[in-house]
């Protein structure tokens, strides 16, 4: 019997799950399983908690349990860089399941660079995005973001039925967990086929600081949308079809004597 690939979907910062909500049933249309970890430090955390990205990958792989298929690693926004780590550390433990790895309008940063440093290289000027809204919560230890804020820059092109409720979803977010810079190698996750998938119309990773990501990590598959940040709730059955047709890509290459499935994303 034929396994099903799986795509493990990665949220970003301040947001959880659900924001995979409108791609997963295309997914699995195409037949592709799904996993999509919740992750630490997005909601609450412990008075004297640090969760750093060692602890972040950790928890992702620990939820990887009963995959047993080719797998990608998909991740959104910040939790593009959770995708690399988690992609790096199974290839480096010898785990034959990944076949690939991708990132959705997002942080493909080279090893070692955080985010600001990245927008330094792009010539952007500080505060970047979303980082001019974000407020300190009562701890100090992470931010928020108001929903007014999170609706303009991350969800502008989505429809207000969907815009409004996802950026009243948004949680606090440790700062410990977001302030993240991935660390990865040639051999490791930059050995595995990779995508990324901009946004062109994205106003929190602006698309400077996005082409600037591709030329610093050359090599992937770049697919371009005329998305904001989230292209999830605004372009929910383009983005699935771009997702579905590189998972089922990658598959086939890991298993090229299995035929390839439609990827059924035009729902």
Same mark, same amino acid.
């Given at each position: ?144 973001? #108001?929903? $007014?804020? %999170? ?6 092109? !989505?429809?207000?039925?969907? @815009? &409004? =409720?996802? /950026? ?18 040639? #051999?490791? $996750?930059? %050995? ?6 901009? !946004?062109?119309?994205?106003? @929190? &990773? =602006?698309? /400077? ?18 998305? #904001?940040? $989230? ?37």
């Amino acid at each position: 019997m034929t396994r099903n690939p799986t795509a493990v979907l990665i949220h970003g910062a301040w947001a959880g799950p659900w924001v995979w909500d409108l791609v997963t049933p295309y997914l699995a249309d195409a037949g592709i399983d799904t996993r999509c970890p919740e992750l630490p430090g997005s909601g609450t955390w412990e008075p004297t908690e640090t969760i750093a990205l060692p602890d972040l990958v950790e928890h992702v792989v620990g939820d990887l349990d009963g995959i047993e298929g080719p797998m990608v690693v998909i991740g959104h926004s910040g939790g593009g860089v959770v995708a690399t780590a988690v992609a790096e550390r199974l290839c480096r433990t010898g785990d034959t399941r990944p076949a690939g790895f991708g990132v959705v309008a997002v942080m493909l940063l080279p090893a070692g660079m955080g985010f600001g440093e990245l927008c330094d290289t792009a010539g952007l000027t500080a505060p970047v995005g979303i980082s001019a809204f974000t407020e300190p919560t009562a701890d100090g230890r992470g931010t928020v973001v #108001d929903p $007014a804020a %999170a609706a303009a820059v991350f969800f502008h092109d !989505a429809p207000p039925a969907l @815009s &409004v =409720p996802a /950026a009243r979803r948004l949680v606090p977010q440790l700062e410990s967990a977001r302030l993240i810079a991935p660390d990865w190698t040639p #051999d490791g $996750a930059g %050995a595995l086929p990779r995508l990324y998938v901009e !946004a062109t119309r994205d106003r @929190s &990773v =602006p698309l /400077a600081a996005q082409r600037a990501m591709q030329r610093l990590s050359p090599g992937a598959r770049i697919v371009t949308l005329e998305s #904001d940040h $989230a292209p999830q709730l605004s372009r929910p059955a383009e983005l699935s079809q771009i997702l579905a047709e590189f998972v089922l890509d990658v598959r086939d290459r890991a298993e090229p004597s299995r035929s390839r499935v439609p990827a059924g994303a035009d729902r």
